[in-house]
């Protein structure tokens, strides 16, 4: 048996309880992929990101993990809601989701604001299973956005967003050959790119703003810090249905050989990519109201 088959084996049969646990052993699984040559794998993380981005960190490395290709998942209760069923015999997703409970205030402190006499706690995590689409059948389903190589009212939503940000946004041939640069507070972009290539270069430009403007940057090199960029706006174009091209191998200077890096960065990506996503457009009516299964606490 190969070392990913035991590691995978070795998740399955000791299945891991919280969400440290969970990232900890997809996170091992990634490194083994990624020394064995398997540049791909990191790829379908990303990919992963960009269907699942409503999900926590731990839950989509595991739904990359148990099903690469997967494309819209959802509890068995759910399909059912929306006219589809579970076919017999498919294995679910195991992902976790949150066991939450009440903690009524003291009386003393509820009288002061009766309309907060209660507050939600999370209590834990259990078992739960998803199913992807291709493992169900039944009506079809509203089409989700799909761009196709333009991302439509994106870039304006995007711009939009930034404003609301206090970043500025202009175009300049000055920059040239560079495509795009940030200056913390100021985005400039060089004009003449395609609505694709403008769009991608946004987005890179936007995930610096976000993630590379602050204490963090001292902490990381300039390789990583445009490494995480560009794996963002990977995750995001590929959710506005744009052709990002090959993610691949260079990713794989996200970590040089260090787990904790490499678990940082991709959360990190996960994040920002999820803050620009929920920028860009409100989420889908089917996908809002789906699965409780589905919004698990990151």
């Known amino acids: ?38 540049s791909d794998a990191l790829t379908n993380y990303l990919t992963a990101m960009s269907r699942f981005h409503s999900y926590s960190f731990g839950n989509v ?40 409970g009440v903690r009524r205030k003291k009386d003393a402190e509820a009288q002061k604001d009766i309309t907060k006499q209660n507050e939600r706690i999370l209590l834990g995590f259990r078992n739960a299973y998803v199913f992807d689409i291709s493992q169900t059948d039944g009506v079809d389903l509203p089409e989700m956005r799909e761009v196709s190589g333009d991302p439509g009212e994106s870039i304006d ?52 703003e976000l993630l590379h403007k602050s204490d963090r940057r001292t902490a990381t090199t300039k390789t990583v810090r445009e490494t995480e960029a560009e794996a963002v706006a990977f995750v995001v174009g590929k959710a506005v249905g744009l052709v990002t091209g090959s993610a691949s191998a260079d990713y794989i200077q996200l970590y040089k050989g260090n ?29 809002a109201a789906a699965d409780e299964l589905a919004e698990v606490a990151a």
């Open 157 to 208: 939503r995007l711009t939009d967003f930034l404003h609301s940000k206090g970043i500025q946004l202009v175009y300049n041939e000055k920059i040239a050959p560079a495509l795009g640069m940030s200056y913390g507070g100021r985005i400039a972009l060089l004009p003449g790119q395609s609505k694709a290539e403008t769009f991608a270069t946004l987005v890179h430009e936007t995930a610096h």
């Open 61 to 100: 490395l595991e739904i990359a993990r148990q099903m690469p290709a997967a494309t819209r998942v959802a509890g068995f209760w759910t399909w059912k809601n929306l006219g589809r069923s579970v076919k017999a015999g498919q294995k679910g997703i195991r992902i976790l989701a949150p066991i939450v």
């Open 1 to 38: 048996m190969s070392s990913n088959a035991n590691t995978i084996a070795t998740i399955e049969s000791r299945k891991p309880n919280t969400k440290q646990e969970l990232i900890a052993a997809n996170i091992k699984l990634l490194i083994e992929q990624l020394e064995a040559g398997h």
């Open 259 to 287: 787990a904790s890096l490499l678990a940082e960065s991709l959360e990190v990506i996960q994040q920002t990519a999820s803050v620009i996503l929920a920028a860009l457009e409100p989420p889908v009516a089917e996908e």
